[in-house]
């Protein structure tokens, strides 16, 4: 089992920055993918940004140029820097991570104000 929790989330004002946390503990060395969804009110949950173990990192053509995944191995811990935010981004923020299963965090709250 591995678990995740998130962290970073808040209120912004548009063209500012946030970095969410994503730490996994339990079976951390079955972790293979990783990454964050989102899902805004009333809207599907979508793909934001996903980095494999070995640090390919891919995204949302909607975040691209603003978004920066990544993740420290040795903290077991992965992020989500966001630059330029645009109110379009508010969602809650989800991270999850592919070992036997895909595992899910509880989810963050990103909020941009214009």
């Known amino acids: 089992q591995v678990q995740l929790v998130e962290s970073g989330g808040g209120l912004v004002q548009a063209g500012g920055a946030l970095r969410l946390s994503c730490a996994a503990s339990g079976s951390i060395f079955s972790i293979k993918d990783m990454g964050w969804y989102r899902q805004a009110p009333g809207r599907q949950r979508e793909l934001v940004a996903g980095?494999?173990?070995?640090?390919?990192?891919n995204y949302a053509d909607s975040v691209k140029g603003r978004f920066i995944i990544s993740r420290d191995k040795f903290e077991n811990t992965m992020y989500l820097q966001m630059n330029s935010l645009k109110p379009e981004d508010t969602a809650v923020y989800y991270c999850?991570?592919?070992?036997?299963?895909?595992?899910w965090g509880q989810g963050t709250q990103v909020t941009v104000s214009s």
């Open positions: 980095i494999t173990r070995g640090g390919t990192a």
């Open positions: 999850y991570a592919d070992s036997v299963r895909r595992n």
